[in-house]
């Protein structure tokens, strides 16, 4: 690979443009003492499992780091990614990330936030968590809550619009977040 840096009017360099074409996909996990941002990368039946880097950042750390760890994981392309030998394990560096115990914890009491960069764009949606039971399961999309920006901007501004987006995340009012054992789980916006 041939490596190339010429400038262009306006700032930026030819190796900094290849470097963000095409598409990646990220999700955001925000829990109680940390965000996890995990990059996802799709199997050829269109199945998103989380790759690395899975990058965990504090809870208020400062937005220039919460900026600079998404960066790092929409960087690159998306490549197929494939079929896992054990569905079981798919999402195990996921839940190690997080701290907690599996996999459908994570997904009973975390809030998610969604992420897209297309070209230089990037596109940061919330979602609503609906529990893990019944038909309305899982998580829902907000796009009338997105938010959308360059990819050039600085991590800071682009830490900013990620904890933003974090906070538009939310859990349907009426699902308590309990867990098979009956005791309530953790939330996601409590201060130590």
């Excluded at 790759?51 to 809870?59: H, I, S």
Aim: hydrophobic fraction near 40%.
């Amino acid at each position: 690979m041939i490596q190339a840096a010429f400038s262009f009017q306006g700032g930026g360099t030819m190796l900094g443009l290849l470097r963000w074409r095409g598409r990646a996909t990220a999700t955001v996990w925000k829990l109680p003492d940390r965000i996890v941002i995990s990059r996802e990368e799709r199997t050829a039946r269109g199945i998103a499992l989380p790759v690395e880097p899975t990058l965990v950042v504090p809870r208020g750390a400062p937005q220039e780091r919460l900026g600079a760890a998404l960066r790092r994981a929409l960087a690159g392309p998306e490549r197929r990614q494939p079929e896992p030998r054990s569905w079981d394990r798919a999402h195990d560096r996921l839940v190690e990330a997080a701290g907690v115990s599996s996999h459908r914890w994570l997904l009973q009491s975390g809030l998610l936030v969604r992420v897209r960069r297309e070209g230089r764009r990037v596109t940061l949606v919330p979602t609503v968590n609906l529990g893990p039971r019944g038909p309305e399961r899982g998580f829902r999309s907000l796009p009338d809550n997105g938010i959308e920006v360059s990819v050039g901007l600085d991590d800071t501004a682009l830490g900013a619009a990620l904890a933003e987006t974090l906070g538009r995340a939310t859990r349907e009012s009426g699902r308590t977040g309990r867990t098979g054992t009956g005791a309530l789980a953790f939330d996601p916006d409590a201060q130590d």
